[in-house]
Protein backbone atom coordinates (compact mmCIF):
# COMPACT_ATOMS: atom_id res chain seq x y z
CA UNK A 1 0.00 0.00 0.00
CA UNK A 2 3.16 2.50 0.42
CA UNK A 3 4.81 1.03 -2.73
CA UNK A 4 1.22 2.20 -4.54
CA UNK A 5 0.96 5.36 -2.50
CA UNK A 6 4.41 6.27 -3.95
CA UNK A 7 3.69 5.45 -7.37
CA UNK A 8 0.58 7.56 -7.33
CA UNK A 9 2.79 10.43 -6.91
CA UNK A 10 5.29 9.15 -9.33
CA UNK A 11 7.64 7.90 -7.21
CA UNK A 12 9.48 4.19 -7.54
CA UNK A 13 9.63 1.55 -4.60
CA UNK A 14 12.40 -0.88 -4.21
CA UNK A 15 11.20 -3.66 -1.85
CA UNK A 16 13.05 -6.00 0.15
CA UNK A 17 11.99 -9.05 2.16
CA UNK A 18 12.98 -11.92 3.51
CA UNK A 19 9.55 -14.03 2.37
CA UNK A 20 9.25 -14.57 -1.36
CA UNK A 21 6.07 -14.38 -1.01
CA UNK A 22 5.85 -10.94 0.30
CA UNK A 23 2.60 -9.53 -1.25
CA UNK A 24 4.67 -5.90 -1.89
CA UNK A 25 6.95 -7.86 -4.50
CA UNK A 26 3.78 -8.03 -6.90
CA UNK A 27 3.25 -4.84 -7.21
CA UNK A 28 7.03 -2.93 -7.90
CA UNK A 29 9.52 -3.63 -10.45
CA UNK A 30 12.25 -3.59 -8.23
CA UNK A 31 12.60 -5.95 -5.29
CA UNK A 32 15.08 -7.91 -3.11
CA UNK A 33 14.59 -11.23 -1.91
CA UNK A 34 17.04 -11.61 0.95
CA UNK A 35 17.58 -12.44 4.65
CA UNK A 36 17.92 -9.33 7.28
CA UNK A 37 21.93 -10.48 7.99
CA UNK A 38 22.70 -10.40 4.05
CA UNK A 39 24.89 -7.45 4.35
CA UNK A 40 25.34 -7.75 0.54
CA UNK A 41 22.35 -7.64 -0.54
CA UNK A 42 21.22 -4.92 2.00
CA UNK A 43 24.49 -2.64 0.54
CA UNK A 44 23.28 -3.70 -2.73
CA UNK A 45 19.22 -2.40 -2.27
CA UNK A 46 21.06 0.92 -0.36
CA UNK A 47 22.72 1.99 -3.15
CA UNK A 48 19.78 1.64 -5.36
CA UNK A 49 17.56 3.86 -3.20
CA UNK A 50 17.43 7.60 -2.28
CA UNK A 51 15.49 7.15 1.13
CA UNK A 52 14.93 4.04 2.89
CA UNK A 53 11.51 3.09 4.92
CA UNK A 54 10.28 0.30 6.83
CA UNK A 55 6.55 -0.90 7.59
CA UNK A 56 7.69 -3.75 10.20
CA UNK A 57 9.09 -2.32 13.35
CA UNK A 58 11.42 -4.82 14.36
CA UNK A 59 13.80 -4.49 11.85
CA UNK A 60 17.25 -6.34 13.71
CA UNK A 61 19.22 -3.22 14.82
CA UNK A 62 21.98 -4.52 12.59
CA UNK A 63 19.88 -4.66 9.14
CA UNK A 64 19.10 -0.86 10.06
CA UNK A 65 22.68 0.01 10.86
CA UNK A 66 24.09 -0.97 7.32
CA UNK A 67 21.40 0.74 5.61
CA UNK A 68 21.53 3.79 7.62
CA UNK A 69 25.82 3.91 6.99
CA UNK A 70 25.16 4.22 3.67
CA UNK A 71 21.30 6.43 3.09
CA UNK A 72 18.95 8.27 5.42
CA UNK A 73 16.31 5.52 7.13
CA UNK A 74 13.15 7.23 8.12
CA UNK A 75 12.07 7.08 11.02
CA UNK A 76 15.43 6.81 12.35
CA UNK A 77 17.18 4.19 14.19
CA UNK A 78 16.88 5.21 17.93
CA UNK A 79 13.00 4.96 17.42
CA UNK A 80 13.23 1.49 16.41
CA UNK A 81 15.18 0.81 19.80
CA UNK A 82 12.32 2.62 21.51
CA UNK A 83 9.59 0.85 20.34
CA UNK A 84 10.67 -2.64 19.67
CA UNK A 85 10.76 -2.64 23.07
CA UNK A 86 7.64 -2.33 25.18
CA UNK A 87 9.62 -1.51 28.80
CA UNK A 88 12.09 1.68 27.00
CA UNK A 89 8.92 2.33 25.12
CA UNK A 90 6.58 2.94 28.37
CA UNK A 91 9.79 4.22 30.30
CA UNK A 92 10.07 6.71 27.52
CA UNK A 93 6.01 7.75 26.95
CA UNK A 94 6.25 8.41 31.05
CA UNK A 95 9.12 10.21 31.06
CA UNK A 96 7.22 12.62 28.92
CA UNK A 97 4.77 13.04 31.83
CA UNK A 98 2.17 10.78 29.18
CA UNK A 99 -0.37 8.47 31.50
CA UNK A 100 0.33 4.49 30.82
CA UNK A 101 -1.44 1.55 32.84
CA UNK A 102 1.10 0.76 35.77
CA UNK A 103 3.68 -1.35 35.21
CA UNK A 104 6.83 -3.29 36.36
CA UNK A 105 10.02 -4.92 34.82
CA UNK A 106 9.62 -8.33 35.00
CA UNK A 107 12.75 -10.68 34.22
CA UNK A 108 11.94 -14.13 36.43
CA UNK A 109 8.86 -15.71 38.38
CA UNK A 110 10.41 -14.31 41.31
CA UNK A 111 10.25 -11.03 40.06
CA UNK A 112 6.80 -11.56 38.38
CA UNK A 113 5.45 -12.67 41.80
CA UNK A 114 6.89 -9.54 43.42
CA UNK A 115 5.51 -7.20 40.83
CA UNK A 116 1.94 -9.14 41.04
CA UNK A 117 1.56 -7.89 44.56
CA UNK A 118 3.26 -4.23 43.15
CA UNK A 119 0.73 -3.96 40.12
CA UNK A 120 -2.13 -5.46 41.68
CA UNK A 121 -4.71 -8.46 39.75
CA UNK A 122 -5.36 -8.97 37.37
CA UNK A 123 -3.05 -7.94 34.90
CA UNK A 124 -1.21 -8.16 31.68
CA UNK A 125 1.88 -9.38 31.25
CA UNK A 126 3.92 -9.20 27.75
CA UNK A 127 6.70 -9.90 26.45
CA UNK A 128 9.18 -6.88 25.97
CA UNK A 129 10.10 -7.91 22.37
CA UNK A 130 7.68 -9.03 19.35
CA UNK A 131 4.00 -9.18 21.00
CA UNK A 132 1.56 -7.87 17.99
CA UNK A 133 -1.87 -8.76 17.96
CA UNK A 134 -2.14 -10.49 21.39
CA UNK A 135 1.18 -12.62 20.77
CA UNK A 136 3.35 -12.74 23.44
CA UNK A 137 0.81 -11.63 25.91
CA UNK A 138 -1.61 -13.03 29.00
CA UNK A 139 -3.93 -11.75 31.87
CA UNK A 140 -2.50 -12.89 35.34
CA UNK A 141 -5.43 -13.70 38.11
CA UNK A 142 -5.69 -13.49 41.19
CA UNK A 143 -4.60 -17.78 42.34
CA UNK A 144 -1.99 -17.59 39.11
CA UNK A 145 0.95 -19.36 39.82
CA UNK A 146 4.18 -17.04 39.19
CA UNK A 147 6.23 -19.69 38.03
CA UNK A 148 3.27 -21.88 35.75
CA UNK A 149 2.90 -17.98 33.91
CA UNK A 150 6.60 -16.96 33.47
CA UNK A 151 6.95 -20.86 32.11
CA UNK A 152 4.27 -20.61 29.26
CA UNK A 153 5.37 -17.15 28.49
CA UNK A 154 8.82 -18.64 27.59
CA UNK A 155 10.57 -15.19 27.79
CA UNK A 156 13.62 -13.86 29.51
CA UNK A 157 12.17 -10.24 29.62
CA UNK A 158 8.47 -9.20 29.96
CA UNK A 159 6.75 -6.24 31.47
CA UNK A 160 3.65 -6.62 33.87
CA UNK A 161 1.11 -4.17 33.69
CA UNK A 162 -2.48 -2.92 34.90
CA UNK A 163 -5.42 -4.22 33.86
CA UNK A 164 -7.18 -1.51 32.49
CA UNK A 165 -10.57 -0.48 32.73
CA UNK A 166 -11.10 0.93 29.54
CA UNK A 167 -14.60 2.06 28.01
CA UNK A 168 -13.43 2.14 24.41
CA UNK A 169 -9.58 1.73 22.42
CA UNK A 170 -8.73 4.71 20.16
CA UNK A 171 -5.75 5.83 18.04
CA UNK A 172 -4.28 8.56 16.77
CA UNK A 173 -2.59 8.03 13.21
CA UNK A 174 0.05 11.14 12.85
CA UNK A 175 2.13 12.26 10.00
CA UNK A 176 5.28 14.24 11.07
CA UNK A 177 6.85 15.99 8.42
CA UNK A 178 10.69 16.37 8.21
CA UNK A 179 10.02 20.22 9.16
CA UNK A 180 8.55 19.05 11.91
CA UNK A 181 5.19 19.60 11.07
CA UNK A 182 2.53 17.14 12.33
CA UNK A 183 -0.73 16.87 10.85
CA UNK A 184 -2.91 14.40 12.60
CA UNK A 185 -6.09 11.94 11.07
CA UNK A 186 -9.81 11.99 12.91
CA UNK A 187 -9.05 10.25 15.93
CA UNK A 188 -10.57 6.15 15.46
CA UNK A 189 -11.97 3.90 17.92
CA UNK A 190 -11.22 0.10 17.64
CA UNK A 191 -12.29 -2.97 18.36
CA UNK A 192 -10.80 -6.02 19.12
CA UNK A 193 -11.53 -9.90 18.43
CA UNK A 194 -9.54 -12.86 19.86
CA UNK A 195 -6.42 -9.54 21.19
CA UNK A 196 -6.45 -8.70 16.92
CA UNK A 197 -8.00 -5.36 15.10
CA UNK A 198 -11.60 -6.24 13.72
CA UNK A 199 -12.96 -3.02 13.43
CA UNK A 200 -12.06 0.74 12.75
CA UNK A 201 -14.39 4.00 12.94
CA UNK A 202 -14.11 7.33 11.94
CA UNK A 203 -14.39 9.30 14.17
CA UNK A 204 -14.15 7.71 17.52
CA UNK A 205 -17.11 8.43 19.86
CA UNK A 206 -15.22 10.61 22.34
CA UNK A 207 -15.75 14.50 22.61
CA UNK A 208 -13.34 17.07 20.86
CA UNK A 209 -11.97 17.57 24.09
CA UNK A 210 -10.50 14.08 24.20
CA UNK A 211 -9.96 13.94 20.64
CA UNK A 212 -7.57 17.03 21.24
CA UNK A 213 -6.29 15.78 23.78
CA UNK A 214 -5.55 12.33 22.18
CA UNK A 215 -3.89 14.17 19.01
CA UNK A 216 -1.82 16.04 21.67
CA UNK A 217 -0.75 13.08 23.07
CA UNK A 218 0.82 11.64 19.82
CA UNK A 219 2.56 15.12 18.44
CA UNK A 220 3.89 15.01 22.10
CA UNK A 221 5.55 11.49 21.52
CA UNK A 222 6.08 12.27 17.50
CA UNK A 223 8.14 15.61 18.18
CA UNK A 224 10.39 13.88 20.89
CA UNK A 225 11.35 11.43 18.80
CA UNK A 226 12.31 14.02 16.13
CA UNK A 227 10.19 11.29 14.04
CA UNK A 228 9.25 11.84 10.50
CA UNK A 229 6.37 9.45 8.96
CA UNK A 230 3.20 8.07 10.16
CA UNK A 231 3.53 7.09 13.42
CA UNK A 232 0.59 5.62 15.32
CA UNK A 233 -0.32 5.48 19.42
CA UNK A 234 -2.92 3.19 20.62
CA UNK A 235 -4.67 4.48 23.47
CA UNK A 236 -7.34 3.84 26.23
CA UNK A 237 -10.34 5.64 27.49
CA UNK A 238 -10.52 5.53 31.05
CA UNK A 239 -14.13 6.42 32.58
CA UNK A 240 -13.51 8.72 36.12
CA UNK A 241 -15.62 11.13 37.91
CA UNK A 242 -14.14 13.96 36.31
CA UNK A 243 -14.65 12.43 32.71
CA UNK A 244 -12.27 10.60 30.67
CA UNK A 245 -8.61 9.74 30.95
CA UNK A 246 -6.12 8.59 28.32
CA UNK A 247 -3.44 6.13 28.97
CA UNK A 248 -1.19 4.93 26.16
CA UNK A 249 -1.13 1.56 25.43
CA UNK A 250 1.04 1.21 21.99
CA UNK A 251 2.98 3.48 19.86
CA UNK A 252 3.88 1.89 16.39
CA UNK A 253 6.65 3.56 14.41
CA UNK A 254 4.88 2.87 11.32
CA UNK A 255 1.35 3.06 9.14
CA UNK A 256 -0.85 1.07 10.54
CA UNK A 257 -3.99 -1.13 10.48
CA UNK A 258 -6.30 1.45 12.34
CA UNK A 259 -5.09 3.69 10.20
CA UNK A 260 -6.08 1.70 6.84
CA UNK A 261 -9.43 3.75 6.21
CA UNK A 262 -8.19 6.97 5.10
CA UNK A 263 -7.00 4.55 1.55
CA UNK A 264 -11.21 5.34 0.74
CA UNK A 265 -12.07 7.36 3.28
CA UNK A 266 -9.64 10.90 3.58
CA UNK A 267 -8.37 13.04 1.34
CA UNK A 268 -4.70 12.15 1.75
CA UNK A 269 -4.24 8.62 3.01
CA UNK A 270 -2.12 7.15 6.11
CA UNK A 271 0.53 5.43 3.16
CA UNK A 272 0.49 8.85 1.04
CA UNK A 273 1.17 10.93 4.11
CA UNK A 274 4.21 8.72 5.09
CA UNK A 275 5.91 8.78 1.57
CA UNK A 276 5.46 12.91 1.33
CA UNK A 277 7.24 13.01 4.70
CA UNK A 278 10.26 10.63 4.13
CA UNK A 279 10.32 12.25 0.44
CA UNK A 280 10.96 15.72 2.47
CA UNK A 281 7.26 16.94 1.03
CA UNK A 282 4.76 18.65 2.68
CA UNK A 283 2.13 16.70 4.57
CA UNK A 284 -1.52 16.91 2.99
CA UNK A 285 -4.19 18.33 5.32
CA UNK A 286 -6.40 15.15 5.29
CA UNK A 287 -10.05 15.52 4.94
CA UNK A 288 -12.91 12.89 6.26
CA UNK A 289 -15.27 12.27 3.38
CA UNK A 290 -18.12 10.76 5.78
CA UNK A 291 -18.58 8.33 8.99
CA UNK A 292 -15.90 5.33 8.15
CA UNK A 293 -15.93 2.18 8.79
CA UNK A 294 -13.04 -0.44 8.13
CA UNK A 295 -13.36 -4.03 8.89
CA UNK A 296 -10.69 -6.71 8.55
CA UNK A 297 -11.05 -9.91 6.57
CA UNK A 298 -8.84 -12.43 9.82
CA UNK A 299 -8.70 -15.77 8.43
CA UNK A 300 -11.54 -17.32 6.82
CA UNK A 301 -13.65 -14.27 6.45
CA UNK A 302 -11.66 -13.56 3.47
CA UNK A 303 -13.61 -16.16 1.53
CA UNK A 304 -16.35 -14.02 1.84
CA UNK A 305 -15.02 -11.46 -0.47
CA UNK A 306 -17.30 -11.36 -3.58
CA UNK A 307 -20.11 -10.92 -0.88
CA UNK A 308 -18.54 -7.74 0.01
CA UNK A 309 -17.14 -6.76 -3.40
CA UNK A 310 -21.61 -6.07 -4.34
CA UNK A 311 -22.24 -4.16 -1.12
CA UNK A 312 -23.17 -0.63 -2.20
CA UNK A 313 -20.67 1.69 -0.98
CA UNK A 314 -18.08 -0.52 -0.08
CA UNK A 315 -14.22 -0.63 -1.47
CA UNK A 316 -12.42 -4.26 -0.83
CA UNK A 317 -8.70 -4.47 -0.68
CA UNK A 318 -7.48 -8.29 -0.83
CA UNK A 319 -3.62 -8.39 0.30
CA UNK A 320 -2.92 -11.26 -2.45
CA UNK A 321 -1.30 -13.19 1.10
CA UNK A 322 -2.11 -16.89 -0.52
CA UNK A 323 -3.72 -19.01 1.89
CA UNK A 324 -5.95 -17.73 5.15
CA UNK A 325 -4.91 -19.06 8.30
CA UNK A 326 -6.90 -18.57 11.62
CA UNK A 327 -5.75 -15.00 13.12
CA UNK A 328 -4.02 -13.74 9.61
CA UNK A 329 -5.45 -10.52 8.36
CA UNK A 330 -6.04 -11.42 4.48
CA UNK A 331 -7.74 -7.71 3.47
CA UNK A 332 -10.50 -5.32 4.83
CA UNK A 333 -12.66 -3.59 3.22
CA UNK A 334 -14.07 -0.27 4.11
CA UNK A 335 -17.74 1.78 4.49
CA UNK A 336 -18.16 4.99 3.83
CA UNK A 337 -21.10 7.11 4.65
CA UNK A 338 -21.18 10.57 3.11
CA UNK A 339 -22.62 13.18 5.02
CA UNK A 340 -26.43 13.81 3.57
CA UNK A 341 -27.07 16.46 0.93
CA UNK A 342 -26.94 19.76 1.47
P1 LIG B 1 -1.32 -4.90 22.66
O1 LIG B 1 -0.64 -6.00 21.94
O2 LIG B 1 -0.54 -4.34 23.80
O3 LIG B 1 -1.83 -3.82 21.72
O4 LIG B 1 -2.65 -5.53 23.29
C1 LIG B 1 -3.68 -6.08 22.48
C2 LIG B 1 -5.02 -5.81 23.11
O5 LIG B 1 -5.10 -6.43 24.42
C3 LIG B 1 -5.31 -4.33 23.36
O6 LIG B 1 -5.78 -3.70 22.22
C4 LIG B 1 -6.37 -4.43 24.47
O7 LIG B 1 -7.63 -4.78 23.94
C5 LIG B 1 -5.86 -5.59 25.30
N1 LIG B 1 -4.97 -5.08 26.38
C6 LIG B 1 -3.62 -4.91 26.25
N2 LIG B 1 -3.10 -4.40 27.40
C7 LIG B 1 -4.13 -4.25 28.26
C8 LIG B 1 -4.24 -3.75 29.61
N3 LIG B 1 -3.17 -3.33 30.30
N4 LIG B 1 -5.48 -3.73 30.16
C9 LIG B 1 -6.57 -4.16 29.48
N5 LIG B 1 -6.52 -4.65 28.21
C10 LIG B 1 -5.33 -4.69 27.60
Partial sequence: MLAMAAARLGLRCQVFSSDPDSPAFDVVQNATCAEY?????LELFANDCDVITYEFENIPAGTAMVLAARKPVLPNLSILQTT???LAEKDFVTKLGIGTAAYADVGSAAELRTAMTKIGLPAVIKTRRFGYDGK?????REGDDPQQVWDDLSTRSAILEAFVPFEREISVIAARGADGHVECFDVTENQHRDHILKFSTAPADVSEAVAA??????????SALDYVGV?????????GENGPTLLVNETAP???????????????SQFEQHIRAIAGWPLGKPLRHGQVTMTNLIGDDVLDYAKWLTVPGTTVH????GAPRPGRKMGHVTEVTPPAAK
Avoid: C, M
Avoid at 37 to 41: I, L, Q, S, T
Avoid at 318 to 321: F, I, P
Fill in 231 to 239: FAVELFVVP
Fill in 318 to 321: LYGK
Fill in 254 to 268: RVHNSGHWTLDGASV
Fill in 136 to 140: GQAIV
Fill in 213 to 222: QARAIAEKIA
Fill in 84 to 86: QDR
Fill in 37 to 41: ADVEA
